[in-house]
T-cell receptor, first 114, second 114 residues
Framework: DTAVSQTPKYLVTQMGNDKSIKCEQN?????MYWYKQDSKKFLKIMFS???????INETVPNRFSPKSPDKAHLNLHINSLELGDSAVYFC?????????????FGSGTRLTVV | AQSVTQLGSHVSVSEGALVLLRCNYS??????LFWYVQYPNQGLQLLLK??????LVKGINGFEAEFKKSETSFHLTKPSAHMSDAAEYFC????????????FGQGTTLQVKP
């Protein structure tokens, strides 16, 4: 019955590889997000989608490409992984894209690039 | 533009003592304010939030926070700390114009000593 589920939970990969992280929510929310938590635990938004439409695209390298096949899914694909991409990536969803944000976060994907 | 500053990256209290975690914000629009808790290797759990109305907000696990517009603050308190409160705490701000984007503070690690 997990509300926002991310897979995989852990991902260890070599520099230069391409990897994807999947996110699914069963809350019926319209908006989904990707946040990155760096090694100093600082959290910053990367992207948000509302009903499959890109709403927020922060200054994220082009190697990161979100894909939303439907409003319940928001996947994150990363090309040519670099050491600095090592972080915990959190998916989230909210019922409203604006105004009151009723966020639900996933449990995170810990990406380690070696 | 919006920003959040959490004063004190580490706070240490004795079990049973008052917990006070400080958060100041900057916002050009009426803010929505949040406190999240993150236990080790886990996701983000909402403690409480302020949107409109009563400025004293009560949350889960005995925490509360007061929105003070004149001081641009949203400090988190708990009368009596438990060992289980040891975690990372994040203050965040959002607003109607931000399409649900959360801006996080840098986090405060709460240590509870027996």
């Amino acid at each position: 019955d997990t509300a926002v589920s991310q897979t995989p939970k852990y991902l260890v990969t070599q520099m230069g590889n391409d990897k994807s992280i999947k996110c699914e929510q069963n809350l019926g929310h319209d908006t989904m997000y990707w946040y990155k938590q760096d090694s100093k635990k600082f959290l910053k938004i990367m992207f948000s989608y509302n009903n499959k439409e890109l709403i927020i695209n922060e200054t994220v390298p082009n190697r990161f490409s979100p894909k939303s096949p439907d409003k319940a899914h928001l996947n994150l694909h990363i090309n040519s992984l670099e050491l600095g991409d090592s972080a915990v990536y959190f998916c989230a969803s909210s019922q409203d894209g604006q105004g009151v944000a009723r966020y639900t976060f996933g449990s995170g994907t810990r990406l380690t690039v070696v | 533009a919006q920003s959040v500053t959490q004063l004190g990256s580490h706070v240490s209290v004795s079990e049973g003592a008052l917990v006070l975690l400080r958060c100041n914000y900057s916002s050009s629009v009426p803010p929505y304010l949040f406190w999240y808790v993150q236990y080790p290797n886990q996701g983000l759990q909402l403690l409480l939030k302020y949107t409109t109305g009563a400025t004293l907000v009560k949350g889960i696990n005995g925490f509360e926070a007061e929105f003070k517009k004149s001081e641009t603050s949203f400090h988190l308190t708990k009368p009596s700390a438990h060992m289980s409160d040891a975690a990372e705490y994040f203050c965040a701000v959002s607003g109607a114009s931000n399409t649900g984007k959360l801006i996080f503070g840098q986090g405060t690690t709460l240590q509870v000593k027996p």
